[in-house]
């Protein structure tokens, strides 16, 4: 009759010690990545509100200079040749605050205009993300989102205020819009891009 005492070979305990030290060295490795994490957005976190000031103090600028500074359409003139233009602006007009923005009868001056307004979408854009960011600490996306665009349209009106007072530059209230579309497509891709990664 054989003893029910089984007696654990050599190579289960050398096993066993391998999958310990397995263990130790992921759960170190899983230490020292997770706090080389907490470091990174602590410096994040110190540098967000650096850039948002550098990032503010550009849009100011640029809100403060003449438009003569910024009147692109020689530079276009050389770009692009005037029967090239006049081909490929659509025969579109609208009106813009007080005056007519026109494809046919100023096809440099369409051009200008979406290149501008897209120039404002795309710093409002980054604006709004930035804010976002800011406001980590209030609890919901939803929270986070009113907040961070409320605050940027509090930026775009005081831009336009400040640009009323910048000769031959026009304030309206179009712009703020604008300026507020811009800062809701890029808060919306956050939102969007954080709901793929959560059903993943």
């Known amino acids: 009759m054989s003893s029910s005492r089984t007696v654990c070979p050599k190579s289960w305990r050398m096993w066993r010690i391998k999958y310990t030290r397995e263990i130790c060295s992921a759960g170190i490795k899983e230490g020292y990545y997770g706090m080389k994490r907490v470091r990174l957005i602590r410096t994040w976190r110190l540098l967000l509100p650096i850039i948002l000031i550098g ?82 600490r209030m609890n919901g996306k939803g929270k986070r989102s009113v907040g961070a665009l409320a605050l940027a349209v509090a930026v775009a009106l005081a831009d336009e205020s400040n640009q009323s007072h910048v000769a031959n530059r026009t304030s309206t209230i179009l712009d703020v819009g604008v300026d507020l579309l811009g800062a809701s497509l890029s808060i919306g891709l956050v939102l969007l891009v954080s709901i793929k990664l959560k059903f993943r």
Do not use: C, T
């Open 55 to 136: 990032w503010l103090f550009m849009i100011f600028g640029f809100s403060s200079q003449p438009y003569q500074q910024q009147d692109i359409k020689p530079e276009l003139k050389k770009l692009i040749p005037e029967n090239v233009a006049e081909r490929v602006v659509p025969d579109i007009s609208f009106r813009y605050h007080n005056g007519i923005v026109s494809g046919k009868d100023n096809p440099y001056g369409f051009i200008e205009f979406f290149i501008r307004k897209g120039a404002h979408m795309f710093e409002y854009g980054l604006l709004g993300l930035l804010l976002y960011l800011l406001l980590y």
